[in-house]
């Protein structure tokens, strides 16, 4: 017999609470950190930009926001795979904790950009592709969470998990289809600043951006670790009625 | 296998003879394209030159719309009168089952859209409705094999109507962007067209496998 990678005993609540326990405030304290740092220097030391003025330091929270609601996704449809693969419960209760998280970012994308479109562009939303893709995106989202919590029953959440998981699977097999075919529709937002070769913005911007995408994302983990601990804790309560309820039937 | 194909066959006739026989599922979504075409000219104004311009586009989304109205009773009856057990009980392999339950479904309301819609066209003023009717053509399977997986997911939902149009209207985003270009002509309208093909080849690869799973969940 195999033995099992020493991480997959993380996948049991028993050790995942204590792990994430430990992690926690570690996470809260990169966080504040990240976030902190990031946008005061970002937001006061960092130079103004040549073209955009002082409207481009709105960047500072969207672009993380846009890549960790695109990533959250990604992360939602890896824990559905696996928890459709494997019937461990933690992946579900994890599927469901990311969800919240990405339509909060998907929605702060969605307004930042406006709020950033309305000088840059003279309009607070333009119908174009990459705009579109950011709307659709927290539409999948809140589909996603409608569709679970119409599902679920009281005390057995399997169903709802698993109707769950196959929606952010097709969501996420649909998204490149979706996303390539609402570009060839229509293009117009400007490009990346930031690719392997390099970037083309100052080192102050740079170092902000990260900082505040470091911050961000230690946050988005805090707060769906969180999540994911207080779903566990309710279900692990509502298991432990089971055996009440049905000694009560006998 | 003969005794699938039976299976096949009883169960295509049974769909088929069952929806015929309710003409109120299969009529009431032409005529609700009937009335929102005619919601288009009221509310936009009797132009005709706008209302060719836009007339591709609205009859697509007519019939979007029109393709999620009959999709709450599509399976809700088979769960509720017990066929669905039947049916997973039975010598089919469950996608195939569901394979055909969508087909006779869209050939009782995709193809009668498919049909009416270049009618409506020309009362738009559209010259040509034969592109219109190409793109609804591949499009409208697109969107029953979407619908029959929204379907089966909001089975068991509370408020499943509203639910499944949630679901579903950015699922539905690549047909309609490729269905419209495809209708609207020009030079973008083969591509659009092809890449229309493409999709629903990869949906019937794909969907009725899904739907059936997301089936054998909700029957647990």
Known sequence: MTTPHPLWRYASPAHFLPLTGRLLPLLWLLAALGIGAGLTLGLFIAPTDAQQGETYRILYLHVPAAWIAMVCYGAMAFWALWGLAWKTRLAFVLMRALAPTGTLFAVLTLITGSLWGRPMWGTWWVWDARLTSALLLALLYVGFIALTTAVDTPDDPRRGDQAGALLALVGALNLPVLYFSVTWWNTLHQGASINLRGSSIAPQMLAGLLLSTLGFWAYAGAAVLTRARLLLQARVESEARWPRAIGSLA | ?220
């Open chain 2, 1 to 220: 296998m003969g005794a699938a194909l039976q299976a096949a066959a009883a169960i295509t006739r049974r769909e088929w003879s069952g929806t015929l026989r309710q003409p109120a599922e299969w009529l009431t979504p032409l005529a609700f394209v009937v009335g929102v075409a005619l919601m288009f000219p009221l509310g936009l104004g009797p132009e005709p030159a706008r209302l060719r311009e836009l007339a591709p586009g609205l009859l697509w989304i007519a019939a979007l719309l029109a393709s999620l109205l009959s999709l709450p009773r599509l399976f809700a009856a088979d769960l509720a009168d017990g066929s669905l057990e039947q049916w997973w009980l039975s010598p089919l392999p469950r996608p195939l089952a569901v394979a055909l339950k969508l087909a006779v479904h869209w050939a009782l309301s995709g193809l009668p859209l498919v049909l009416l819609a270049p009618l409506l066209a020309l009362a738009f003023g559209v010259e040509d409705p034969l592109p219109l009717a190409l793109s609804l053509l591949l499009g409208t399977p697109a969107l029953a094999l979407l619908g029959g997986l929204g379907a089966a997911l909001v089975l068991h939902a509370r408020a499943g109507a509203g639910l499944l149009a949630l679901l579903l209207l950015p699922l539905q985003v690549p047909v309609l962007v490729f269905g419209t270009a495809a209708a609207n002509g020009g030079a973008n309208a083969d591509s659009a067209l092809l890449l229309l093909g493409a999709w629903l080849a990869v949906l019937l690869a794909l969907a009725p496998w899904a739907t059936a799973a997301a089936l054998s969940l909700m029957l647990d």
